[in-house]
């Protein structure tokens, strides 16, 4: 935009003293770009690099909402590593890390204007020339709504959505895929290829891999029990190196490989890291040395023979059960707990938090000071919490899934448990 000068009055004013105003009303208004908008030689990402393994993003909506737009924007390739049932994933991507000489990066999601941290991602980036392939946990660090929207975007969008299964009974199982399913048959599901991989083993869970797949177009594969976590890899790595080939041939991009089963691709090279390969020409990739998988939380309880055991995997058992804990009221510690999410830490941090609001209602009311007990029915699931029978300082908090539990026979059936703890 340029500006003519004003017409001199008359009354002899010489034309030159606009001399000056003529030379910068000649250059046009230009708009700077900002420093974060300018692109490099670097491949555009989600957020900005603060330090070498971390990255922010700064968002006005949800933190689901704001990576379902990104993944619309940037249309990454990635694999979202899922748990049901299980705590591994996060473990995973840490051993993967470790052994392939990378590092565990994290994505913080801030609130825009106030920096409040909303959620943090944490993954590993497998880059490859100009192409790089990152590797998400869908564990992530936020409040239980927006840690399950996540979930669902991470693996909506992925190329390749792995999930890990841990021990659970079939009802359980099946009232944990639902969730799934459901997101599945709707109209914005991206994904094409699950993987489950079972942490446990179970008879049952291939057909309900089969179950989930159908009518949603996705391919749903089930693996061999896993035990250990080069086996877990070496089932991602080679679906993967598998799935890359066919999108090679199909579309004619170009994605890297992961080090592993299956690496070689036709006309590309082996992509070894640094870490894994051994001296000399690379033939062949090298295996990963990691450590056991980590023990599956819902088997633990199962393995001891005590009253508290016993009287847990019983609970679980109950139709609609999802997740049971037994914790300690003063400090909210989990002492035992069997099913899928919420996790025995969150159980016992939570019942202890309502515990305490409840008992302090009651005593401020004069109602008297035994530990209350409750049954809240929330919009898709039912929570019972009460105290444990002859076990001074523990309680129960158990999460029942609202469309196949029936409370009040579920409540009967609990007391009908109380002979399980003597007295």
């Not at 052994?99 to 497998?126: H, N």
């Not at 239980?144 to 199982?173: I, K, N, W």
């Not at 996705?218 to 799935?243: C, E, H, K, M, Y």
Request: hydrophobic fraction near 40%.
């Amino acid at each position: 935009m340029s500006i003519s000068p004003p017409t001199p009055p008359s009354g002899g004013v010489d034309d030159d003293g606009w001399q000056a105003t003529r030379a910068e009303t000649a250059v046009p208004t230009q708009v700077q770009p900002r420093e974060e908008d300018e692109v490099g030689t670097e491949s555009p990402d989600i957020g900005r690099q603060i330090n070498p393994n971390q990255r922010e993003l700064f968002v006005s909506c949800d933190p689901a909402e704001a990576m379902q737009q990104q993944f619309d924007h940037l249309q990454p390739e990635f694999i979202a590593l899922h748990d049901i049932g299980t705590s591994s994933s996060r473990k995973l991507l840490a051993g993967v890390a470790a052994a392939s000489g990378r590092s565990v990066q994290k994505l913080v999601i801030r609130r825009q204007g106030y920096g409040t941290p909303l959620a943090t991602l944490e993954f590993i980036d497998f880059p490859s020339g100009n192409q790089s392939l990152r590797i998400y946990t869908t564990e992530a660090d936020a409040d239980t709504v927006s840690r399950h929207e996540l979930a669902r975007v991470l693996l909506s969008y992925s190329r390749l959505g792995v999930v890990m299964v841990g021990d659970m009974p079939p009802h359980l199982m099946n009232s944990s895929f639902e969730p799934l399913h459901e997101a599945m048959i709707k109209d914005n599901w991206h994904n094409r290829h699950l993987l489950l991989l079972p942490l446990a083993a179970s008879s049952a869970l291939s057909s309900h891999g089969t179950d989930l797949g159908r009518g949603t177009g996705v391919s749903v594969r089930t693996t061999p029990q896993v035990t250990r976590p080069a086996d877990a890899w070496s089932f991602i790595s080679g679906t993967w190196n598998r799935l890359r080939e066919h999108i090679h041939t199909e579309a004619g991009s170009s994605l890297p490989a992961l080090p592993g089963a299956g690496s070689r691709a036709p006309g590309q090279p082996v992509t070894v890291p640094a870490a894994l390969a051994p001296a000399g020409p690379v033939s062949e990739p090298a295996p990963f040395v990691m450590k056991p998988m980590p023990t599956v939380r819902a088997a633990e309880p199962r393995s001891a023979d005590t009253p508290l055991a016993r009287y847990v995997n019983q609970l679980i058992e109950l139709t609609g059960m999802v997740s049971v804990a037994i914790f300690d009221t003063a400090t909210g510690r989990s002492q035992l707990h069997a099913g899928a999410r919420p996790t025995a830490e969150e159980l016992g941090q939570h019942g202890a938090t309502l515990l305490a609001a409840m008992s302090q209602a009651s005593r401020t009311l004069g109602l008297g000071h035994t530990l209350p007990e409750a049954a809240i029915t929330l919009g898709t699931h039912h929570l019972l919490l009460r105290a444990v029978p002859n076990h001074p300082g523990l309680a129960l908090h158990a999460v029942l899934d609202k469309t196949h539990a029936n409370l009040t026979l579920a409540r009967l059936q609990i007391l009908r448990m109380d002979s399980l703890l003597g007295g």
